[in-house]
């Protein structure tokens, strides 16, 4: 039988260190996972989707010189939200006496970066020059 459980703490190593000791003490053949996230993604998600844009707007821009035209207004956005989870595994922790010999500063890891990801579509006028 498993048993799964997720806790959340904040950046606190000497607390995670307890957490993982104590579940390494009394559960045998523990598995642990750690992993980092952000409480509240929708301010990284906001400024992704506006450094698509630009990015999209800048690359457009070229492509319209290259053309012999310059960019006129937006006609279209086109914009696929998918599912965010923005997560960064850390450290995986296979047996009980694994976890029991970890101390402070071996679980002094810091995430990695965090991924997300979006579709934006942007369709621009093109004028002659």
């Known amino acids: 039988m498993i048993q799964r459980f997720k806790v959340d703490l904040g950046m606190?190593?000497?607390?995670?260190?307890?957490?993982?000791?104590?579940?390494?003490?009394?559960i045998k053949g523990a598995q642990i996972n750690i992993g980092y996230t952000v409480r509240?993604?929708?301010?990284y998600h906001l400024k992704m989707?506006?450094?698509a844009v630009k990015d999209a707007q800048e690359k457009a821009t070229i492509m319209a010189k290259a053309a012999g035209c310059t960019l006129g207004a937006v006609?279209?956005?086109?914009?696929?939200?998918?599912?965010?989870h923005v997560y960064s595994e850390a450290r995986n922790i296979h047996s009980n006496k694994?976890?029991?010999?970890?101390?402070t500063s071996s679980l002094d890891i810091a995430p990695d970066d965090l991924v997300m990801g979006d579709d934006v579509s942007v369709t621009w006028e093109l004028k002659s020059l």
């Not at 694994?98 to 101390?103: K, V």
Request: aromatic content about 6%; proline content about 5%.
């Open 12 to 26: 606190d190593t000497v607390l995670l260190n307890k957490v993982v000791r104590g579940v390494g003490k009394f």
């Open 40 to 43: 509240d993604p929708r301010p």
């Open 49 to 51: 989707v506006e450094r």
């Open 75 to 84: 006609v279209n956005i086109d914009y696929h939200r998918q599912d965010i």
């Open 98 to 103: 694994e976890a029991m010999a970890c101390s």
